[in-house]
């Protein structure tokens, strides 16, 4: 691994910070990006891994629309959107996962697994400091997935039911959004296949118009380029 020039490192900071204030500016994603916190820990996800930004925007985006079905006051829809772009941050500097990992075409070693496992917690930490509520809501976006379920396996019994129903609201459409992007190990699922899908996962949790709604929404974002 060669490591990053002193020249180039700035560059990049800026071309970040410049997607960031991009960011800032559109009217969905300026009460989003208000605190300063936001840019911080963003900075180097867009710097490292420009495709785990732009699954994080589709996210955000994708759970803002699953909050408005709801009848979510703003506050909770700025949260969840908060907590949608940030979650996947713990990906990024992020020792258990080595650069190049996020890239790897085809499955995982069970190694490469155990490693990206470690990034909701991660993100947590980091999150912590500025936001308790947006930090729950990032750490348990992977705990609604049975036995693969984590860091948690089980269902987590201290959590006030508001916070439940607005994490699941994030596992949903990380869901959605992974399935309907082409990745390096994956392609573009069918929206009959992401709808088969959520219901796997998620049916004893959200009525079927709910899930409905969200394959629509991510296929209409798919379309759009924004998922």
């Known amino acids: ?8 490192k700035p560059l990049l900071e800026s071309k970040a910070a410049k997607v960031l204030d991009e960011l800032a500016q559109q009217p969905a994603f300026q ?3 208000n605190p300063p ?10 710097e490292k891994s420009l495709w785990t930004f732009e699954h994080s925007q589709g996210v955000a985006k994708i759970v803002g629309a699953l909050h408005e079905y709801q009848g979510s006051p703003d506050e909770v829809i700025i949260r969840g959107k908060r907590a949608g772009l940030l979650h996947d941050n713990g990906k990024i500097e992020n020792p258990a996962i080595p650069e190049g990992t996020l890239d790897i075409p085809g499955r995982l070693s069970e190694e490469a697994f155990l490693g990206i ?9 980091r999150i912590k400091p500025h936001d308790l509520t947006v930090a729950k809501l990032v750490v348990a976006h992977h705990e609604f997935q049975g ?9 987590r019994q201290d959590t006030d039911s508001f916070l439940d129903e607005e994490q699941a609201i994030i596992a949903v459409a990380d869901v959605v959004e992974a399935l309907f992007d082409k990745r390096p190990y994956k392609k573009v699922w069918t929206p009959g296949d ?20 969200a394959v629509a929404v991510g296929e209409h974002y798919m379309k759009k380029g924004l998922a």
């Open 1 to 8: 691994f060669i490591s990053m020039s002193a020249e180039r």
């Open 117 to 125: 496992q470690t990034h909701s917690r991660k993100g947590f930490e």
């Open 31 to 33: 009460e989003v990006m």
């Open 194 to 213: 992401v709808c088969k899908e959520l219901e796997k996962k998620f049916g004893d949790r959200f009525n079927s118009g709910f899930l409905d709604h």
């Open 147 to 155: 036995e693969r379920s984590y860091p948690r396996k089980e269902r």
């Open 37 to 46: 916190y936001i840019k911080e820990i963003m900075l180097p996800v867009v």
